[in-house]
Structure formats: structure tokens, C-alpha cells
């Protein structure tokens, strides 16, 4: 089965890039966006074939690996 | 007095530490990233900076998972003395054996120039040749030196005196202006500034020295 891993910066952590792809919309003339924030999707094949057991076991590569969670979240879609 | 310098793939300032532990007294062995074990008798660890496995996913995450590091971390672990620069600051970090995290430079800007910097602590085994609140010029080299970490931990490391280094002119958005950290034995550093590019005249600088000697003169003295 498939899992997708997104991993976002925290809310309060200072998203630099967002902030400057934001400068960049307003300079292209595109109004009316308050906040930009940048992030990683990360898409994995799995031979498990149970959902639960693929979540958990993805839960642990996003803790060991994917994602800082000093400053970052991640969220996983299982299909 | 025995240093060991690993090499991951992407480090690029490897052979300048060694050289810096060399002139301060070092017999260096070079260890490989997938090496499982360390030189018997060593005294001193230094991760060096570059771009280990191209930065890929995030700065030092993946070297900080290589097969040599589970030894690193138990050697520090274990009262072990860890220097980890720019890059092996980031290492440091992803590994835990330091709080905090690197991200990108608040000006989104690699910036590489000699910076100043306020030496915080002067009695840690690696700050010890600097007087107290001693200024001194190291430079950096680096996209992603932007240390942030929870306020909590901020405080932690000011009310503890973990830190070691302060940036004079931030020059990278980095929370309380710091450059390097100390865990709370005084025997892992990491700091961004490249000390062993400042350990000659011929570099433009020779501040950077007085870290390597102070760390010998500890060693011989332990």
C-alpha cells in the first residue's frame, strides 16, 4: 500500500521560505494572501498490507527520520 | 592524545580538522561513516562541516543515522568529549546529544565571511584559553544556521551556561544570538563558526586555535 507523509514546520516556528515565496505572490500582484507556509510531502510503497500496521510502522520512520519534531509536524495518509 | 575526524559523504572540511587537531597535538585516525567502530583509546570526536548526503531531507538527519553515529552517541554518551561543526552541529542535533534545531537562515542567504563572536563561557574544556567575554573572529559558511529551539530551552541553556558563543551582528536569525552550545557535561560542543578555518595566519586569522590547544591542555591535564 501507499502512505503519504506530509511534514510542515510548527505553527509559531518562523517559516523563512514561506515568507519569502509570500513576497514573491505580493510582487507578482496576487492580493489577499495572508500566510505562506512551506512544507515536504514525502510518498512511500509499502509491501505491508494491513492499514494499521502501515501507519504505525510509518508513525515510527517520521520519528526516527522524516521529520524534526523539535520544529516539525507531520500528518499520514494511508491508501 | 588520541582525535578521531569522521567523514560522511559530502563532508568537506574533514581534513582541515584533522589538520587542526594535529597542530594542537592530536594523533588523528579518520573514521568512515559506516564504520561500527571507533579507534580504541580516543579522547576527542569532531564531526565536521560539508553537506553530508547533499543535505538531503533535512541538514545532518541522515548522517546522524549512520552506523558510525550510534557509536559517536555512545561515546559521548559515555563522558566522551564530541566537537561537531556547522555541519556537525547539525549532526549533533538530529542526534539528540544537543537541543535545538537548525533551519534555514532567516535572510535565506548562504553567508560565508569571518563574523564576530562573544566567547559566553570560558570554562568549558574548549573555551578555556579565551578570557572571559573575550571577542573573537571565526568565520561561518552556511545556509541553514538559524538556531532555534522552544523558549524553555533557550533559558535552559542561558541559565545553565550552555552557551558557548554569541554572535556580536547575528548574522543568521538565530534565537539569543547563539553560535555554539555546550551539553551539560561542558564535553559536547557545536557551534556553526568553522574554528579550524581560523588556526593560521595564512587564513586570515589564527582565533580559532586557542579551542584546540585549550581542549589538549585539558586532556594532559585530566
Avoid at chain 1, 512544507?39 to 520519528?63: F, H, N, Q, R
Avoid at chain 2, 549532526?91 to 537562515?105: K, S, Y
Avoid at chain 2, 541553556?157 to 539569543?176: K, T
Wanted: proline share 4%.
Amino acid at each position: 500500500m501507499k502512505a503519504k507523509v506530509t511534514v510542515m514546520l510548527k505553527t509559531g516556528v518562523l517559516d523563512p521560505q514561506g515568507e519569502a515565496v509570500k513576497s514573491a505572490l505580493g510582487s507578482l500582484g496576487f492580493g489577499g494572501v495572508d500566510a505562506v507556509r512551506q512544507g515536504k510531502v514525502i510518498e512511500l510503497d509499502l509491501a505491508e498490507t494491513d492499514p494499521a500496521a502501515a501507519e504505525a510502522s510509518v508513525k515510527e520512520m517520521c520519528e526516527k527520520l522524516l521529520a524534526n519534531t523539535v520544529i516539525e509536524s507531520y500528518s499520514i495518509e494511508i491508501a | 592524545m588520541r582525535a578521531a575526524v569522521v567523514t560522511f559523504p559530502g563532508s568537506n572540511c574533514d581534513r582541515d580538522l584533522a589538520v587542526a587537531f594535529e597542530t594542537a597535538g592530536f594523533e588523528v585516525h579518520r573514521v568512515w561513516h559506516r564504520d561500527t567502530n571507533l579507534p580504541d583509546g580516543l579522547d576527542v570526536i569532531g564531526l565536521p562541516g560539508g553537506f553530508s548526503f547533499g543535505d538531503y531531507l533535512r541538514c545532518g538527519a541522515i548522517a546522524a543515522n549512520a552506523p558510525i553515529c550510534r557509536e559517536v552517541k555512545a561515546f559521548a554518551e559515555r563522558g566522551g568529549h564530541v566537537l561537531g561543526i556547522c555541519n556537525g552541529f547539525q549532526v549533533l542535533l538530529e542526534t539528540g546529544l544537543l537541543p535545538g534545531a537548525l533551519m534555514r537562515n532567516a535572510n535565506l542567504h548562504f553567508v560565508c565571511k569571518p563574523v564576530g563572536l562573544r566567547v559566553e563561557n570560558n570554562q568549558s574544556p574548549y573555551t578555556s584559553g579565551y578570557g572571559g567575554c573575550a571577542e573573537i573572529t571565526i568565520p561561518i559558511a552556511h545556509h541553514d544556521g538559524n538556531f532555534q529551539a522552544d523558549a524553555e530551552t533557550i533559558a535552559r541553556l542561558d541559565g545553565d551556561g550552555r552557551v558557548a558563543f554569541r554572535y556580536i551582528d547575528n548574522p543568521n536569525g538565530s534565537a539569543g544570538d547563539i553560535a555554539g552550545v555546550l551539553s551539560a557535561n561542558r564535553r559536547v560542543l557545536g557551534m556553526m563558526p568553522h574554528p579550524e578555518r581560523a588556526i593560521d595566519a595564512m587564513h586570515g586569522g589564527t582565533d580559532g586555535l586557542a579551542m584546540f590547544t585549550a581542549l589538549t591542555e585539558t586532556l594532559v591535564g585530566a
